[in-house]
């Protein structure tokens, strides 16, 4: 074992910077909360090459006089907190002194700072931790930082960066969650010399959240506001048919400091319960305010997350007034009632078939030739040229819909329970796979063109991924700034509700990294298509329909599970029913 020694403070220095920068956004973070805790009222911010080049943060803040510039770049060096019980209440955003330290070690890092508003300034030019020059310069009262060649002189670190385009977003997504985090804030986000966000202090609450979130976001939310045992809680909840396949949505604050915090969200999502299918996400903008010394901002390197001293009290709180909010403005969603009637019960789903057009074969067409053996049990022979049917999944005869959402089939001695929301996804994903190797997948024209008010990252993604939207069907026109015209959607949605499907598929691609490749994408894009186009949970269906449905499904690849991993189909053999009637 290597001998105990003590690193040298180029290490230390290194570390530190490991546990505050992680990536660009990191480092931009750290900027605009001490441009924010200087008093700053107007931004502006500079990237390039998705914050490897460059991140510039310039601020019209109190400044910083030569001696204090000099100090700034020290570790453990800050104007913020003096004693201990200042750790117990931090009222500012920033505290760590190392920050600027450590974004310096890993960089070549410049700060710019005058205190007073004649003009004379001075300038810190450091690289990779060590200090190359200080001269005078020139601005007014406020600070630049410029931070260069991100991990410059730590390759390894460096190589775990994503793309330019992840990282691009990633620092995007950063000056939103601070401009949103601050109404009286003038921003300005530039990336390689394009302006993709600016705000303006006269403006509402509601235009600010537009720029961040979209115009149609905007306008799906309501404002709320409540206080309850010392917990003051406010923003703007979103209409819970305005929901989404993730949390990204979620925009929460502490005092003003953006969190993301696990105890936050689930008092969102207690808020939304009865109102929100499983696995959907709210669009909500959360301001909390509690008294500095109930809550600890010291528990993560990076700030992203708070400790409440009383947290089963903060989200009864919480849960109450935004609970309260919604209950004003909506119902929670019921189940709809199966339904029963001693005639036969399958009554045709409306506009099922007609509302989806495919090619030949229709998902629920006239089904095939069946013929059934008496006496039970008895299942479908296959027709001519069917696939051999599969060991997980034997010729099944549909008896009836349990309600509305389950087929219960039977099997060569086994009772089976398809899913049919899923087995009808599994079999559209399959045949858009198919369509999408022989090409492009066929769309069908709207009739009135559909506008799209996007936000600046998707905006952005939209634009980097267009030609592969083309390829699944969509006709997107760019109309300027965040605005897209949709002109032709995927023939698998016609007839169907395209915006929701729109805004999954719009955040599959805002998640979707590049270096996966593009099959990563093409998969999840197929498995949001087929979720969408299928037929719902909820929707009655005929007899013939449902064997249309079981054929089909016996011709998958993967007759047992949805795209998204789900099991479809499970089954009660013979024999445990005949134990459960005493019969074995």
């Known amino acids: 074992m290597a001998a105990i020694r003590l690193l040298s403070e180029e290490m230390i220095n290194k570390i530190a910077a490991g546990e505050v920068v992680e990536r660009p956004a990191s480092v931009l973070k750290e900027l605009l909360e001490n441009s924010l805790d200087a008093g700053a009222d ?57 920050a600027l330290s450590s974004i310096g070690a890993v960089s070549r890092l410049t700060i710019t700072a005058a205190a007073a508003r004649d003009g004379r300034a001075r300038q810190v030019v450091m690289s990779g931790g060590r200090m ?35 990282e691009s977003a990633h620092l995007l997504e950063t000056a939103q969650r601070y401009t949103l985090g601050c109404p009286a804030l ?39 506001e409540g206080e309850q045992n010392g917990l003051r809680a406010s923003g703007f909840l979103g209409d819970p048919a305005f929901d989404r396949s993730r949390a990204g949505g979620l925009y929460l604050y ?73 209950s004003r403005q909506h119902r929670p969603l019921r189940a709809p009632a199966a339904e029963y ?121 939209l634009n980097r991924l ?12 760019h109309f300027g700034g965040q605005t897209f015209v949709l002109r032709a959607v995927p023939m698998a949605l016609a007839g169907r509700e395209s915006g929701r499907a729109i805004s999954d598929i719009i955040e599959a691609m805002e998640t979707h990294r590049p270096e996966a490749g593009l099959d990563d994408l093409e998969q999840a894009m197929l498995s949001s298509l087929a979720c969408h186009a299928a037929i719902k949970a909820g929707e009655p269906m005929t007899l013939p329909e449902m064997e249309q449905l079981l054929a089909d499904l016996d011709r998958t690849r993967v007759p047992t599970h949805c795209p998204h991993g789900r099991p479809l189909i499970f089954n009660m053999d013979r024999q445990d029913i005949e134990k459960r009637f005493k019969r074995a």
């Open 42 to 98: 107007r931004i502006e911010i500079d990237t390039e090459a998705g914050g490897r080049r460059l991140v510039m943060v310039a601020d019209n803040g109190c400044g910083l006089d030569p001696d204090d510039l000099l100090l700034s770049v020290e570790r453990h060096a800050t104007s913020k907190i003096s004693t201990d019980a200042d750790l117990l209440r931090i009222a500012t955003l920033g505290f760590r002194g190392e």
């Open 132 to 166: 190359i020059k200080v001269e005078d310069a020139s601005r007014d009262r406020g600070a630049t930082v410029e931070v260069r060649d991100l991990f410059f002189n730590v390759p390894a670190r460096r190589k775990f960066l994503k793309s330019i385009q992840t």
């Open 186 to 224: 003038r921003l300005v986000y530039r990336a390689n010399g394009q302006e993709l966000l600016a705000t303006n202090p006269m403006e509402d609450g509601l235009t600010r959240v537009s720029r961040v979130l979209g115009r149609d976001a905007a306008r799906a939310m309501s404002p709320f």
């Open 254 to 326: 502490v005092n003003g400091r953006p969190v993301s915090d696990r105890l936050l969200t689930r008092s969102v999502m207690e808020a939304y319960r009865g109102r929100l299918a499983h696995g959907r996400y709210p669009v909500a903008v959360v301001y909390l305010e509690i008294d500095p010394e109930l809550v600890d901002v010291n528990v993560h390197p990076a700030k992203a997350e708070v400790r409440f001293r009383q947290p089963s009290e903060v989200f009864n709180a919480a849960v109450e007034i935004m609970g309260t909010a919604l």
């Open 341 to 461: 009637t001693e005639t036969p019960a399958f009554q045709r789903a409306p506009v099922l078939a007609e509302s989806m057009l495919w090619e030949s074969p229709p998902p629920f067409g006239p089904p095939p030739a069946l013929t059934y053996r008496d006496p039970a049990p008895a299942f479908a022979q296959r027709p001519a040229g069917a696939a051999a049917v599969t060991p997980e999944l034997p010729g099944l005869r549909p008896l009836a819909q349990l309600f509305n959402s389950y087929i219960l089939a039977q099997g060569p001695d086994a009772l089976y329970i398809v899913d049919q929301h899923a087995a009808h996804e599994r079999i559209l994903y399959e045949r858009l796979q198919s369509q999408l190797g022989r090409g492009t997948l066929p769309s069908q024209a709207l009739l009135l063109p559909q506008p799209l008010e996007l936000t600046p990252v998707q905006a952005a993604v």
């Open 466 to 477: 267009a030609a592969e939207l083309g390829r699944f069907g969509f006709d997107l026109e």
